[in-house]
């Protein structure tokens, strides 16, 4: 039973990145997945969920409008769309999954992945 996150990298400010998060041995159905970040000296930031079974979606007020967060049932996998990235968008990024929550991600997830690398150069 695992998180798999994929997809960080080193992009410019305005650019792009898509990251991805496959959960295996597990079905993330009545899950909800969150996405959570932390950045270098800081404490670990909740950023957007989604309800697995009906789509409903969260976003920070800090990601609204440049992140959309999706998910694709027969893959068992969520993703984070980053659009107009920033500078303060540089941190890890973590998925993680939690059975039978609401939409929000001030909760301590259960199950987490192992966080891949995002870093926005000015």
């Known amino acids: 039973v695992q998180l798999v996150e994929s997809g960080g990298g080193l992009v410019q400010a305005g650019g792009s990145l898509r990251l991805s998060c496959t959960a295996s041995?597990?079905?993330?159905?009545?899950?909800?997945l969150g996405w959570f970040r932390q950045a270098p000296g800081k404490g670990r930031e909740g950023v957007s969920c989604?309800?697995?079974?009906?789509?409903?979606?969260f976003y920070v007020d800090s990601v609204k409008g440049r992140f959309t967060i999706s998910s694709d049932n027969a893959k068992n996998t969520v993703y984070l769309q980053m659009d107009s990235l920033k500078p303060e968008d540089t941190a890890v990024y973590y998925c993680?999954?939690?059975?039978?929550?609401?939409?929000?991600?001030?909760?301590?997830?259960?199950?987490w992945g192992q966080g891949t690398q995002v870093t926005v150069s000015s």
């Open positions: 993680a999954a939690q059975y039978g929550l609401g939409l929000t991600v001030e909760y301590d997830y259960d199950l």
């Open positions: 041995g597990f079905s993330l159905d009545d899950f909800t």
């Open positions: 989604i309800s697995y079974n009906d789509g409903g979606t």
